[in-house]
Each structure stands twice: as structure tokens, then as C-alpha cells.
Nanobody, 118 residues
Framework: QVQLVESGGGLVQPGGSLRLSCAAS????????MGWYRQAPGKQRELVAT???????NYADSVKGRFTISRDNAKNTVYLQMNSLKPEDTAVYYC????????????WGQGTQVTVSS
């Protein structure tokens, strides 16, 4: 069974930084598009950032210049470095593995809470 396990969430003051990690198992990690999404209370889940198998990245406008997504295929892990955090970044952050092609599946982690507050 595919597992995506997120870690690194927590409480941070505005302007602070956090690094999220997502460790994947039972998938051929290197061929999956890996992404981070977030869902704030009362809002729909939204894309934060993705990294494709070739290493290209994509970011939501709201996090460009502040967040960086990266992947380590040797460790089956994707990271999200979050800097200059704002209260509006408060949300549950979810890791996603998208096989893109039919039959490879699309998987979600359980989520990790990020709270930005003074």
C-alpha cells in the first residue's frame, strides 16, 4: 500500500520559516509528479507547489519567492521550504503523488498542520 508521510509542521511566528518533508513508500518515486497542497478552514484545497519527474517546478502565485519545493529521488522524499511565513499561510498541508499516466494512481498524505501566528 502506498504511503505518504508528512512531517515538519508546527507553530511559527510571522516572518519565520518551516521545512516540510514527505516520505513516500511503495511507489516508483522518481516518475511521479510530487506536490504540496494546502487547505485552510472553510476553504477549498489549493495547489502550493509541484515538482515533476524531470525536476521542473510550479508554484502558486501566493507563495512564489517565499516557498521552495525540492525532491530527493534517492530518499523518496519531497520537501517544502517555507520562508517569510504569513498568517494567511496557516493551513493543513498535504503531500500528493501524481502518477500522471493512467494506472499509476494519485495518492495523498494525511496532512500536517502549519500555523503562523504571533
Amino acid at each position: 500500500q502506498v504511503q505518504l508521510v508528512e512531517s515538519g509542521g508546527g507553530l511559527v511566528q510571522p516572518g519565520g520559516s518551516l521545512r516540510l518533508s514527505c516520505a513516500a513508500s511503495r511507489i516508483i518515486f522518481s516518475i511521479y509528479t510530487m506536490g504540496w497542497y494546502r487547505q485552510a478552514p472553510g476553504k477549498q484545497r489549493e495547489l502550493v507547489a509541484t515538482t515533476r519527474s524531470g525536476g521542473s517546478t510550479n508554484y502558486a502565485d501566493s507563495v512564489k519567492g517565499r516557498f521552495t519545493i525540492s525532491r530527493d529521488n534517492a530518499k523518496n522524499t519531497v520537501y517544502l521550504q517555507m520562508n517569510s511565513l504569513k498568517p494567511e499561510d496557516t493551513a493543513v498541508y498535504y503531500c500528493n503523488a501524481d502518477g500522471v499516466r493512467p494506472g499509476r494512481g494519485n495518492y495523498w498524505g494525511q496532512g500536517t498542520q502549519v500555523t503562523v501566528s504571533s
